[in-house]
Nanobody, 122 residues
Framework: QVQLVESGGGSVEAGGSLRLSCAGSGYTYSSNCMGWFRQAPGKEREGVATIYTRGGTTNLADSVKGRFTISRDNAKNTLYLQMNSLKPEDTAMYYC???????????????WGQGTQVTVSS
């Protein structure tokens, strides 16, 4: 069983930065893919960034390219999302997720954290 716990959310002004963390426990070594997803009120959940943990290949949504960076510290079993130049439209609940299959940008993720709120004011 994989457990994921997010932290680092908060309220910032537009243009500010936040770094989200996702601490994993359990069989996280079997997770080939990890990712960050977000859901704003009244909107569908969307993928923000994914990383293939074996090779480090990352994918970012077009809306966050150039502003967000996903990374993972394997020794600490922790996933990060560095968010810079935040915009009000980035306001959402951010979720960390993991799965064992190796196709990181397609298919469902099996394990989810509880989420951390990010609010960006203009």
């Amino acid at each position: 069983q994989v457990q994921l716990v997010e932290s680092g959310g908060g309220s910032v002004e537009a243009g500010g930065s936040l770094r989200l963390s996702c601490a994993g426990s359990g069989y996280t070594y079997s997770s080939n893919c990890m990712g960050w997803f977000r859901q704003a009120p009244g909107k569908e959940r969307e993928g923000v960034a994914t990383i293939y943990t074996r090779g480090g290949t990352t994918n970012l949504a077009d809306s966050v390219k150039g502003r967000f960076t996903i990374s993972r510290d394997n020794a600490k079993n922790t996933l990060y999302l560095q968010m810079n130049s935040l915009k009000p439209e980035d306001t959402a609940m951010y979720y960390c997720a993991a799965k064992t299959t190796k196709y990181c940008t397609v298919g469902a993720y099996a394990y989810w954290g509880q989420g951390t709120q990010v609010t960006v004011s203009s």
